[in-house]
């Protein structure tokens, strides 16, 4: 096993995720922090949120990527510890919807980063942002 292959093993048993939140409505926002409260309790994968960009094992990113924010999302990307996943939450994050024609568009956001998972909807539901992270588990430990 190489040493790439011991950290991703590591990183499926208790992924710490960073919020990017690019210029969003603020519903993907309030879904995922929606996930993360007893009700749903998405900390029972081992899954939390952490402050720091340089503690995360994935980024969660809501919104469309914008002018202001291009070199910031690149920069965080850029400062966390590889291997890192990168989930795209929403319409916006994953394809831009509504906002693909906008003068301030920079494209979503796999333009931008690689992307290893898509959640698509307006917003999506906590279930559906669970789901597509314990999928993205499962992919990583290649039981899918
Ligand atoms: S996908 Fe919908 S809910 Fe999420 S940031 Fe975009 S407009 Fe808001």
Redesign the pocket.
């Known amino acids: 096993m190489n040493s790439t292959s011991i950290k991703i093993k590591a990183l499926t048993k208790s992924i710490w995720v960073f919020h990017v939140a690019c210029s969003?409505?603020?519903?993907?926002d309030i879904e995922i922090l929606d996930a993360l409260t007893p009700r749903y309790d998405l900390e029972r994968f081992g899954i939390q949120l952490v402050g720091s960009v340089r503690h995360a094992d994935a980024l969660l990113v809501?919104?469309?990527v914008n002018k202001k924010v291009v070199d910031r999302v690149k920069r965080l990307y850029e400062q966390a510890p590889k291997p890192c996943v990168v989930i795209a939450v929403?319409?916006?994050?994953c394809s831009e919807?509504i906002f693909r024609d906008s003068y301030n568009a920079c494209g979503p956001i796999d333009k931008i980063i690689p992307v290893n998972a898509y959640i698509p909807?307006?917003?999506p539901k906590p279930e559906a942002i669970i789901m597509g992270v314990v999928k993205l588990v499962k992919a990583l430990k290649g039981e899918s």
């Open positions: 969003p409505c603020n519903n993907c809501t919104g469309m929403g319409g916006c994050a919807t909807g307006c917003p």
